[in-house]
């Protein structure tokens, strides 16, 4: 296994007496990659995203980011490590009756501690980070709109920036686009990957559409019962790989409903 910025080694996850939700999963990331994370529901898809920054505590296994091992810290140790990690949630998670730029500030609290941000004393240099990452967003114009006035992709676009405020080492996304519809969710995978790449940042997203998981991401990490059955390239993503994953489907009927749809919206 390469020494990358994220190293797991046989990580395992068990509910109870339940089956194990991820079982002897080893895998590394390199600093900028960014890999799809795909599976049928229940694959253990989101289970492998929390344990990584430690949501979800693994029954064994190991986590390094860099040199320090996640899996060995508790307490002080892993909150100032999980200040390293950015995350992006499904439900956007912002705080509805803040503003946006009220939400990005949030991504400071680790530094700052907890008294400067409920008097909301954050430093120049965040405020004026919290500007341009707005306008790297295309949301500068909407500094002082209440979160809950906001469309999905504008919450979730306020979610990537928020993650980017941490200036992480690693982002681990949970499904962007699940309430997304078509032509906002290639936006916010654009969005995500560009990011990522001018950052020379490396992700992991979790993501349940397989064409945009082969349209914005090099490689591909399929789950199935808690196992990695596939690691590779995007484009050898063919029917005979996607069905050990998923199980048996009528691949060619899906991929042409998908070419009609990008040529009705214009293939943004």
Known sequence: MSLGVLRIEALSKR?????????????????GEVIALIGPSGAGKSTLIRCINRLVEPSSGRIWLGDTELTALDG????????????????????????????????????????????????????ERAFDLLEQVELGAMVDRRADALSGGQRQRVGIARALMQTPD????????????????????????????????????????????????RRVIGLRQGRIVYD?????????????????????????????????EGGV
């Open 15 to 31: 509910y109870g007496r339940d089956a194990l939700a991820l079982d002897d999963v080893s895998l590394s990331l390199d600093g």
């Open 76 to 127: 002080r140790g892993l909150r100032q490590v999980r200040r390293r990690i950015g995350m992006i949630f499904q439900e956007f998670a912002l705080v509805e009756r803040l503003t946006v730029m009220e939400n990005l500030l949030s991504g400071r609290l680790g530094y700052v501690g907890f008294w400067r941000a409920a008097l909301r004393r954050f430093p120049q240099a965040d405020i």
């Open 170 to 217: 690693l982002l681990l996304v949970d499904e962007p686009t699940a309430s997304l519809d078509p032509r906002t969710s290639r936006q916010i995978m654009r969005l995500i990957t560009r990011l990522c790449g001018e950052r020379n940042l490396p992700a992991i997203i979790n993501i349940h559409d397989v064409p945009l998981a082969r349209r914005y991401c």
């Open 232 to 264: 590779g390239p995007a484009d050898d993503l063919d029917d005979r790989v996607l069905t050990n994953i998923y199980g048996e489907e009528d691949w060619d009927t899906q991929a042409a409903t998908e070419t009609e749809t990008e040529t009705d």
